[in-house]
Every structure is written in structure tokens, then in C-alpha cells.
């Protein structure tokens, strides 16, 4: 018990690190590609992972009998496509005209919107200690938004990366409404489906691929920080719960945002410094909120373990 425990641990932050490399990498590959075709490879780059991943279990025959999507779940379906379509497109946008680390992050911004839609659209109920952490999250997230503070103005590039949360948060409540189905369907159909319709978009605005190498780190960096991430995080629940890998899986924002300042020198303002110490407590204040943890992972349980309603953004969740 105690081995399956450190392994799920390894996988839960395995999979964090892995999700953490998609701002800092994404940007620097802005500068080969546009945007929205940046967004479209991501996805498909993790949809074709997750199809080598599926035919290797298959091969193995180690491939679990799961529940496949039925047209009762249509609406849903399609709902977490479009988002996921929208989201992605935001967060490119967004890291444009902010810092990756900014960037990475304000995408806690995600855990806020999330619970806020689930206690408005399906009456779960949030506890004093969430509201705490979502209070908390929200004001680093202002703090993070403001480009100049004596002239409270706020940056256009943060509130996009603000608005992708928030089609994720709303992503994150339609993919729980199909959490029971099998995750290795809903991650490939989030590839195909919502990698195709940013890549269409990409191209009826205009934008083109000009720098051809950078196509294939685009699917490499999806992959990574979007397949096998979310294939990790998986594994991680079955070892641990939902619980204890969404606690584990919090440190993602903060190794994005060593990475960013790493990767681009940056020395930022001392209010992201105030910011990003506010965000880690609530960060981990919603982390640990056990009342709403104990009923992912009943739901957790419901389904085989595997709720894809808490995997990471699409995280591509």
C-alpha cells in the first residue's frame, strides 16, 4: 500500500510538472506561430499522443473495459469541445501580451470559476474554507492583472489568460456531467474535435504557418503538457483519489512560473512577489478543502476512479 502510495504521489506531480511546461514553452513558440493555430496543434499534438498510448494498451491487451459516450451525453460533449476550443485560443492570446509566469499563475484562476459554476448551476455546496481560498485566489489574480497600479489599469494580455479560465472552469462542469465515461475517449475526442476547430478558425482569420519545425514542437509540447499529463493524472487518482491528486496536482501553477522566470530572465514587479504568496495560500486552502474533495472522490469511486472532471486543462481535462 504504501509503494502504490509513493507511486501515485510520483504521477501526481509528474503529471503537474508536465502541464507546467505549457506557458513558458507555448510562448517562446508564439514567436514561430500564430495563436490560434498554436492553440489547434497543442490539442491535436495531445490527442495523437493519447492515440499512441491507446493503441500501445491495446497491443498489450491491457486495455479497460470502460463506458463510452452515448448521445444522452451529447450536449455535454459538445459543450467541452467548443470551450475547449475557446480556452486555449484566450491563453495564447493572453501570453502574448503577458509574462509566462503571470500567466501560469492567473490559470488558478480556473479552480475559482469552477467552483463558483458548480455552486451556481448544480448547488454544490462550498465551504467556509473554499470560499476563503477562492477570495484569496481572486485577489492575486487582480493583483497579477494590474499593469499600473497608481492608474488601476488593468492588462488586456491577463484578462484573456482570465477569460480562458473561465471557459475552462466552465469546461471543467460539462466534462463532470460525462466524468463516468471512458477518459481515454473524452482526451482524444478533446484532440481531434477541438485541435481541428482551432486549427479551421486559425486559418479562416488569416493565420498561417510560416516556420514548418515549429509545427512539430507544438505537438510535442501538447503531448506533453496536455496528453500525458492528463494520462499521469489519471493513474495518480487510482492510486490515490481525487483528493490527494488534486492536492499534489496545485504545485503545477508554481512550477510554470519557476520555469517562466528561468526560461526568460524576468525580474517581475515586487507585487508579483505579494501576489504569488497570497495565491499559494489560496491555492492550498482549496487544495485541502476537504467537504468538496470527499465528493469528488465518491464520484471518483462511482466511476473506476478515473474522474475526468478533475484532470488537468485542458487541462485539457
Known amino acids: ?13 509528474l503529471a503537474a510538472a508536465l502541464y507546467a511546461i505549457n506557458s513558458p514553452f507555448s510562448k517562446l513558440l508564439l514567436g514561430y506561430m500564430p495563436p490560434t493555430l498554436t492553440a489547434g496543434f497543442l490539442y491535436i499534438g495531445a490527442g495523437l499522443g493519447m492515440g499512441v498510448v491507446a493503441l500501445a494498451r491495446g497491443a498489450a491487451k491491457r486495455q479497460k473495459a470502460e463506458q463510452k459516450l452515448t448521445k444522452a451525453e ?22 502574448k501580451y503577458c509574462s509566462a509566469a503571470s500567466a501560469s499563475l492567473l490559470n488558478n484562476f480556473e479552480i475559482v470559476m469552477t467552483a ?29 492583472s494590474l499593469e499600473d497600479i497608481s492608474a488601476f489599469r488593468f492588462s488586456g494580455g491577463a484578462l484573456l489568460v482570465l477569460l480562458a479560465a473561465v471557459f475552462w472552469g466552465l469546461e471543467n462542469n460539462c466534462t463532470r456531467k460525462i466524468s463516468s465515461k471512458d477518459p481515454m475517449q473524452i482526451v482524444l475526442l478533446k484532440g481531434v474535435f477541438s485541435g481541428t476547430g482551432s486549427l479551421v478558425i486559425g486559418f479562416c482569420i488569416g493565420e498561417r504557418i510560416t516556420v ?17 499529463s492528463i494520462f499521469f493524472y489519471v493513474y495518480a487518482q487510482r492510486l490515490l483519489g481525487a483528493a490527494r491528486t488534486s492536492a499534489y496536482y496545485a504545485v503545477s501553477p508554481f512550477i510554470g512560473t519557476l520555469l517562466s522566470l528561468a526560461i526568460f530572465r524576468e525580474m517581475p514587479h515586487y507585487t508579483y512577489y505579494i501576489a504569488l504568496a497570497v495565491m499559494a495560500v489560496g491555492a492550498w486552502l482549496c487544495a485541502q478543502d476537504k467537504p468538496l474533495l470527499r465528493r469528488k472522490s465518491k ?7 478515473e474522474n475526468a472532471a478533475d484532470a488537468p486543462k485542458d487541462t485539457p481535462s
Do not use: H, N, Q
Open 1 to 13: 500500500m504504501k509503494s502504490a502510495a509513493k507511486t501515485g504521489i510520483f504521477f501526481a506531480v
Open 74 to 95: 451529447l450536449p455535454y460533449t459538445v459543450g467541452m469541445i467548443v470551450l475547449d476550443i475557446a480556452a486555449p485560443v484566450c491563453l495564447m492570446f493572453g501570453l
Open 116 to 144: 463558483v459554476i458548480a455552486l451556481a448551476v448544480f448547488k454544490e455546496k462550498i465551504s467556509p474554507r473554499l470560499w476563503a481560498g477562492i477570495a484569496l485566489v481572486t485577489l492575486a489574480c487582480a493583483m497579477l
Open 212 to 228: 514548418w519545425w515549429a509545427v512539430l514542437a507544438v505537438l510535442g509540447v501538447g503531448c506533453v503538457a496536455y496528453g500525458l
Open 299 to 305: 464520484s471518483a469511486e462511482g466511476s473506476g476512479g
